[in-house]
């Protein structure tokens, strides 16, 4: 596959360049990023974040402004994946059976120095640890997500009694 400035997403197999109806909606903007992690192909693009699969092109994440990709290494399923944007911080996706594309971001209320992510990566050191590197106009951050599960304690406990008035 070979992303251009503003003529979309093309196909070459070694002799000849095609493209597909799918990637229409591609034109008119920047692909910054491809990505196949063997299940689908990701795409980054100035329109969104897409996924090419079964011949099918989906909007993930649409009207953000994608740079960079990274496969999320810090678990076995292959279909998750790092992205980088240009105001709207890092989100990782991943891919469910059941659900569909479940997103979650992170970006200057979460610790990120700016929104305007450039380049991510991601490295899994050990099974279950992944650790992110991302570039953004502010400097490189490391991440590391933590695997304890959040707790909810009471701070106050406030009361009400129902009492006749007398």
Partial sequence: MIGTASAGLFIFDGKQTTTESAFEKLKGDAIWSLLDDGVVVWIAAGKG???FQSGQLKDVVPGINARSLSL???NNRSS???CATVGNGLFKVALDDQFGAVISRLDIEQGLP???VFAVWS?????????IIAG???G???YQ???????VLPARVISQTNSPAG
């Fill in 49 to 51: 974040l897409f996924l």
């Fill in 72 to 74: 999320s290494r810090g």
């Fill in 80 to 82: 998750q994946v790092w």
């Fill in 114 to 116: 700016s929104q305007r």
């Fill in 123 to 131: 490295d899994s050191p050990a099974p279950g640890l992944e650790k």
């Fill in 136 to 138: 953004t106009n502010r």
């Fill in 140 to 142: 490189i951050v490391r």
């Fill in 145 to 151: 997500p933590d695997h304890v599960a959040p707790t």
